[in-house]
């Protein structure tokens, strides 16, 4: 049962244009978002992040986007670059304190020049 | 400042063996993850440790333990190795213990089990 879905395996975008990666949840209980871009051989490297009291986060090129009654978030990089081009995963993490983060698959973006 | 380090950072093992896998916080972090990444999928949760105490474990079998050193350093063991073990081993600190804490990743350990 997968509780944090990221239904697209694979994205592609011209560099300059908006990139929009898409995430859901199914667990009521996740109140906090994170995203994360992984490139090959290194650890996950935290993006952004956004609380379930929030709609909305900015950082630079990033905004990540909540919608709560729709249990689904996104991810809007603008412009994309060609060193954007990684695998970017969302995660959830429970209320009440815990770290356990978890996980959907990832999505490879692309950001061709 | 050095993010969170990990050793080794690739190793193979034979089935029934014991691996350990050791993981140094970001300075100043209290607590430290551990999750499993397999080919093709996200990084799934094992086990949690903040001031060298178990906080939450995930759904790996007893095969799988690990530790917190009075230093916030951890290792992950992992016994009886099967082929299914092989797979990327992150380690994760973060300052507090708490949802909303920023979680950081070290490279990880990829574990091959022949």
């Known amino acids: 049962d997968q509780q944090v879905k990221q239904n697209s395996p694979s994205l592609s975008v011209q560099e300059g244009r908006i990139s929009i990666l898409n995430c859901d949840y199914t667990n009521s209980m996740f109140d906090y978002f994170l995203w994360y871009k992984k490139y090959p051989a290194e650890g996950p490297t935290f993006l952004i992040s956004?609380?379930?009291?929030?709609d909305k986060n900015e950082d630079g090129r990033f905004t990540v986007f909540l919608n709560k009654s729709a249990k689904h978030l996104s991810l809007h990089i603008v412009p994309s670059q060609p060193g954007d081009s990684a695998v970017y995963f969302c995660?959830?993490?429970?209320?009440?304190?815990?770290?356990?983060?978890?996980f959907g698959k990832g999505t490879k973006l692309t950001v061709n020049p | 400042d050095a993010g969170v380090t990990q050793s080794p950072t690739h190793l193979i093992k034979t089935r029934g063996q014991q691996v350990t896998l050791r993981c140094s916080p970001i300075s100043g972090h209290k607590s430290v993850s551990w999750y499993q990444q397999v080919l093709g999928q996200g990084p799934q949760f094992i086990f949690q440790?903040?001031?060298?105490?178990?906080?939450g474990r995930g759904n790996f079998p007893d095969r799988f333990s690990a530790r917190q050193f009075p230093n916030y350093s951890s290792e992950l063991n992992v016994n009886a190795l099967l082929l299914g073990d092989s797979a990327l081993y992150l380690c994760?600190?973060?300052?507090?213990?708490?949802?909303?804490?920023?979680?950081?990743f070290g490279e990880g350990s990829w574990l091959t089990v022949v």
């Open positions: 440790y903040y001031e060298k105490e178990e906080r």
């Open positions: 995660a959830a993490s429970p209320r009440g304190g815990s770290e356990k983060l978890v």
């Open positions: 994760a600190s973060s300052s507090n213990y708490g949802a909303g804490n920023t979680i950081y």
């Open positions: 956004i609380s379930s009291i929030k």
